[in-house]
């Protein structure tokens, strides 16, 4: 299987997770107009159990070190599996409140609140969970990329002054998608041996059978999550599932496309964490929130019309998140 050997491959392996995990809301947003978000999910849960088994299959097979996909499923032990099976289950719990957030207030709002919450309380869930990299460092990036989510709550908050659009609807389900998400990566790490990966202990998994064991508790927890998120839905009336069927090729496949782009972010996550570091993996990945802003305030125009002191609170969010990130990369140097 392919495996990350040196420190800078895996920053740049956490660059292209947090591209991909600040761009497949853009999915959504491509669709949303005519089709229901918790359609969209159902079509991004196929999405992400279909990549996983790609790159099992591919770069979790191919060469000759470390175990294989199928070698390593048939060892693995119960502990492992099961660990990695929760944390797809407690990640869809919280991806499904993001998205409905994401709908009722954008993306430069729901990415920013929750994504950079659960990147706050993650870093410091992995890293007491598996600490690597110096602390002081981790918790100064940390502190000054939640001075960056504060600015952007102001920088929301001034924008619609005066807007009947102003939802505390979404910002709350933003902040409990973000504390949902922040466990997630633990259980999906602790299933992993972190220190070895070309041979890890009996019974642990390789990142492409983690996270192939992770996508498979999305996709079947979704069946519960996703219906009860149709029957008592956060914005307009209830929808039945014969609605899905009616989409064309067109809406399905840019929902897979968009769980195809965010388990890419997943697999180079998971592959960096052994060189990285639980928390530093995933704390630059869930740096997520920088890109998704972006993609809100530059491409969906979500902050069109709002005062000049908007720009400046979120050029402020941008400086301090891109300052954090950097210290959250210097403590693994």
């Given at each position: 299987?392919f495996?990350?050997?040196d420190?800078?491959?895996?920053?740049?392996?956490?660059?292209?997770?947090?591209?991909?995990?600040?761009?497949?809301?853009?999915?959504q947003?491509l669709?949303s107009?005519?089709?229901r978000y918790e359609?969209?999910?159902?079509d991004?849960?196929i999405?992400?159990l279909?990549?996983?088994?790609?790159?099992?299959?591919?770069l979790?097979s191919f060469?000759?070190?470390?175990?294989?996909?199928?070698?390593?499923?048939?060892q693995?032990?119960?502990?492992?599996?099961?660990?990695?099976?929760?944390?797809g289950?407690?990640?869809?719990?919280?991806n499904?409140?993001?998205?409905?957030?994401?709908?009722?207030?954008g993306?430069?709002?729901?990415?920013?609140?929750?994504?950079?919450?659960a990147?706050?309380?993650?870093?410091?869930?992995?890293?007491?969970?598996?600490?690597?990299?110096?602390?002081?460092?981790?918790?100064?990036?940390?502190?000054?990329i939640t001075?960056?989510?504060?600015?952007?709550?102001?920088?929301?908050?001034?924008?619609?002054?005066?807007?009947?659009?102003?939802?505390?609807?979404?910002?709350?389900?933003?902040?409990?998608a973000?504390?949902?998400?922040?466990?997630?990566?633990?259980?999906?790490?602790a299933s992993?041996?972190?220190?070895?990966?070309?041979?890890?202990?009996?019974?642990?998994?390789?990142?492409?059978?983690?996270?192939?064991i992770?996508?498979?508790?999305?996709?079947?927890?979704?069946?519960?999550f996703?219906?009860?998120a149709?029957k008592?839905p956060?914005?307009g009336?209830?929808v039945?599932?014969?609605?899905?069927?009616?989409?064309?090729a067109?809406?399905h496949?840019?929902?897979?496309?968009?769980?195809?782009?965010?388990?890419?972010?997943?697999?180079?996550?998971?592959?960096?964490?052994?060189k990285?570091?639980a928390?530093?993996?995933?704390?630059?990945g869930?740096?997520?929130?920088?890109v998704?802003?972006?993609?809100?305030?530059l491409?969906w125009?979500?902050?069109?019309?709002?005062p000049?002191?908007?720009?400046?609170?979120?050029?402020g969010?941008?400086?301090?998140?891109?300052?954090g990130?950097?210290?959250?990369?210097?403590?693994?140097?």
């Open positions: 299987m495996i990350v050997q420190y800078s491959l895996a920053i740049l392996f956490c660059v292209v997770t947090m591209l991909c995990w600040g761009s497949w809301g853009n999915t947003k669709v107009r005519t089709w359609f969209f999910y159902w991004y849960v999405g992400v279909l990549f996983s088994i790609f790159s099992a299959f591919t979790g060469g000759s070190e470390g175990q294989g996909f199928l070698f390593n499923l048939a693995a032990d119960m502990g492992s599996l099961g660990s990695a099976f929760v944390g289950i407690i990640f869809n719990a919280a499904i409140l993001l998205s409905a957030a994401i709908a009722i207030c993306m430069s709002v729901a990415f920013p609140v929750g994504i950079g919450l990147l706050v309380l993650g870093v410091l869930v992995n890293y007491f969970g598996a600490a690597k990299g110096e602390p002081l460092y981790i918790f100064i990036g940390v502190a000054l001075v960056a989510i504060l600015l952007n709550g102001f920088a929301y908050k001034k924008a619609l002054v005066g807007s009947k659009k102003v939802s505390g609807k979404g910002i709350f389900i933003s902040i409990a973000g504390v949902i998400m922040a466990f997630f990566y633990r259980f999906v790490a992993m041996d972190l220190g070895n990966f070309a041979e890890p202990s009996p019974g642990k998994l390789t990142p492409y059978t983690a996270v192939f992770f996508s498979l508790g999305v996709f079947i927890s979704n069946f519960l996703n219906t009860i149709m008592r956060v914005e009336g209830p039945s599932i014969s609605g899905y069927f009616k989409g064309n067109k809406t496949l840019v929902g897979m496309l968009g769980g195809v782009i965010w388990c890419i972010g997943q697999s180079f996550s998971m592959i960096a964490s052994e990285a570091g928390a530093i993996s995933y704390g630059l869930q740096g997520a929130t920088l998704s802003a972006l993609w809100g305030i491409i125009h979500e902050f069109r019309g709002a000049r002191s908007s720009d400046y609170l979120n050029a969010m941008f400086v301090l998140f891109v300052i990130l950097g210290f959250l990369i210097y403590a693994g140097a």
